[in-house]
């Protein structure tokens, strides 16, 4: 198994940039794929992107594409979200999540993390 730690929310103006990471730990990261999710107040929780386990294959929800970029180390067995022209619909809790399958169907992640809240507002 592998465990996930998100790190990198806070409270942004619109426009901004903000970067989060998801470290893990446990089993080697590589052997998973990832991805990120997020849920906002009042709202079902919302595929955002998803990572191959090589990193070489992405996918964005088309709210966010042009934006957001994940990425992925697994020498540092880290992944990110770079998040840029931060919106104010783009406030919510954002997840890290891994499993065995490249998905973007949240139950197909066996790990989650415990979220890190984005504020977006003026």
């Known amino acids: 198994q592998v465990q996930l730690v998100e790190s990198g929310g806070r409270s942004v103006k619109p426009g901004d940039s903000l970067r989060l990471s998801c470290a893990a730990s446990?089993?080697?990261?590589?052997?998973?794929?990832a991805g990120w999710f997020r849920q906002a107040p009042g709202k079902d929780r919302e595929f955002v992107s998803a990572?191959?386990?090589?990193?070489?294959?992405?996918f964005y929800e088309d709210s966010v594409k042009g934006r957001f970029t994940i990425s992925r180390d697994n020498a540092k067995s880290t992944m990110y979200l770079q998040m840029n022209s931060l919106q104010p619909e783009d406030t919510a809790v954002y997840y890290c999540?891994?499993?065995?399958?490249?998905?973007?169907?949240?139950?197909?992640?066996?790990?989650w993390g415990r979220g890190t809240q984005v504020t977006v507002s003026s």
């Open positions: 999540a891994a499993g065995s399958r490249y998905s973007q169907v949240a139950n197909d992640f066996e790990y």
């Open positions: 446990g089993r080697p990261f590589n052997y998973y794929a």
């Open positions: 990572i191959s386990w090589s990193g070489k294959n992405t």
